[in-house]
């Protein structure tokens, strides 16, 4: 709400900011009419707020956490039995756990720590199931980056190679999953960050079908290529997991019509017989060793029963200037609306709205520079063409997605090599960064739901194996995962 009743200057700026050319025989009269205006909205303050719960939380032991998983710990659960009975649960900091700090990878959250009050649905779900949520993990700020800079809290580290990097943004999902320190994670991918911690940390991770796990209480990226998803040492947890979190939510109206399948019947009976596979030729060829490690991999699962193919995704080239423009539009426009989406029913938390509002307006703490990049270009994008870009963006996106579902039309799953390259280093630069986004990206895009399940290594360090489903079908996506992994023994 406007703290002071807004005049016939502040008009007549807010009318600048928007190319408005208004007679000042109007500005007086308009001044009147928002501050009568904004005395009715008065009767929204306090609507939806909640008080947060008295949840114990405490820092992270730098020395017991040395490859910087950790944001937060706590230790909470329910007196509830069900099938995560037992599982400890690592929770990426840019989904809310109420009670406990949510930084969002931001130091524009976390003095004084910003606390939501109410669990996000797919943390609820969980705590329903008989989960323990044992702490929130590092993260990119606000999920955007891919270098050092972008972790701003805390620097996450491979548990491979301490100098690599471990995956961005759910980084710390991955390290926790990868070492043990929890049974499963939650992470979110825009454009594989899930798969890429996944690949590079060498655990099993699930970006599910677009729409299929709520994302309230999420802090978005960019809704349409957003994906709350699960990493963790087994494909079975992940399978209990979506099934312990999917599924219609009337708080989020992308869910609605979704139906959670029976994901854990399908990884427990896995078999490599009957089950094809096609390979895209667009999804091989940037790293030949990877590309033959994978090769191999298909190859046992064919020796196993499974029949192998070689495919070709229609309007594949698509995919870049389809993620760029949706995801540099949607997250700069967020970004800007201080985390308001818009054009959903459920828009975000107000709370978090506010508070980013008074720190960006204070000026003493200020985003990083992947994402004022990100705004900028979004703005820039605005001033060439009214983004028309972005809606002709979403006409690619559909017709990429018609590519997929013609290469999947006779076969079960698409595979991959996960991520076409190894972990770099810390200080090492990386040339393109689009071009590791290629064989994961594609399919924030599409909405297609994959899977990266390790595959052996190259040069020491882990190497991820993608399988991509229809959409709908992430049992199927699962299935073939925990056939592969059941052949490692």
């Known amino acids: 709400m406007p703290e002071e009743t807004p005049n016939s200057d502040d008009v007549q700026l807010d009318a600048a900011r928007l190319s408005l050319d208004i007679p000042d025989a109007v500005v007086e009269a308009l001044a009147e009419q928002f501050a009568h205006q904004d005395t009715i909205l008065e009767a929204l303050e306090g609507i939806g707020s909640v008080d947060p719960p008295d949840r114990d939380h405490w820092e992270p ?4 956490d040395e490859l910087g998983a950790w944001l937060t710990r706590c ?3 329910r007196a509830v039995q069900g099938p995560l009975d037992g599982l400890t649960v690592g929770v990426k900091d840019n989904v809310a756990v109420a009670g406990v700090p949510m930084t969002c990878g931001s130091p524009l959250l976390t003095e004084p720590a910003f606390v939501p009050g109410r669990d996000a649905t797919a943390v609820d779900r969980m705590l329903d199931a008989g989960a323990r949520i044992v702490g929130k993990t590092n993260m990119d700020e606000f999920a955007v980056g ?4 972008s972790l701003r809290l805390r620097l996450a580290r491979n548990p491979h190679d301490p100098e690599r990097q471990p995956g961005s943004s759910s980084a710390g999902s991955g390290i926790a999953a990868a070492t043990g ?6 992470g979110s991918d825009t454009g594989g960050s899930v798969r890429f911690p996944a690949a590079w940390c060498g655990v099993p991770g699930l970006k599910p079908t677009r729409g299929l ?5 999420f802090v978005q990226f960019a809704k349409t290529l957003d994906n709350v998803g699960l990493l963790s040492s087994s494909v079975e947890n992940l399978a209990v997991g979506l099934d312990a979190i999917a599924g219609p939510d009337p708080r989020d109206e992308r869910t609605l019509g979704e139906a959670s399948g029976e994901y854990v019947a399908a990884v427990t009976e896995a078999n490599p017989a009957g089950l094809d596979i096609a390979l895209p030729e667009e999804l091989f060829g940037a790293a030949p060793v990877l590309d033959e490690r994978v090769r191999e991999a298909t190859d046992e699962l064919a020796a196993a029963g499974a029949t192998v193919s070689e495919t070709s995704i229609e309007q594949y080239e698509l995919w870049l200037p389809a993620w760029l423009s949706i995801g540099m539009t ?3 426009n967020y970004l800007r609306a201080n985390a308001v989406n818009y054009w959903s029913l459920a828009p975000g938390d107000a709370a978090l709205t506010e508070r980013l509002h008074e720190e960006r307006t204070a000026g003493d703490e200020t985003l990083g520079p992947p994402l004022q990049a990100a705004m900028l270009y979004a703005e820039h994008r605005n001033q060439m063409d009214g983004d028309a ?6 006409e690619a996106r559909c017709l990429l997605a018609k590519g997929v579902d013609a290469a999947l039309a006779g076969a079960d799953v698409l595979a991959s090599p996960t991520v076409p390259m190894l972990p770099p280093k810390w200080d090492e630069d990386l040339d393109d960064v689009f071009s590791a986004l290629a064989n994961t990206a594609p399919f924030n895009v599409t909405g297609h739901p994959a899977v990266s399940v390790p595959c052996g290594t190259v040069e020491g360090l882990p190497v991820g194996l993608q399988f991509v489903a229809a959409r709908g079908e992430d049992a199927t996506a699962l299935e073939a995962a925990a056939a592969w992994m059941a052949l490692q023994g």
């Open 61 to 64: 032991d730098p020395e017991t």
């Open 75 to 77: 230790d909470m659960s």
């Open 146 to 149: 891919g270098d050092a800079d």
């Open 181 to 186: 320190a929890v049974d499963l994670a939650i």
């Open 213 to 217: 796990v709520s994302h309230d209480g």
């Open 330 to 332: 949607e997250v700069g």
């Open 389 to 394: 870009a972005y809606v002709r963006a979403q």
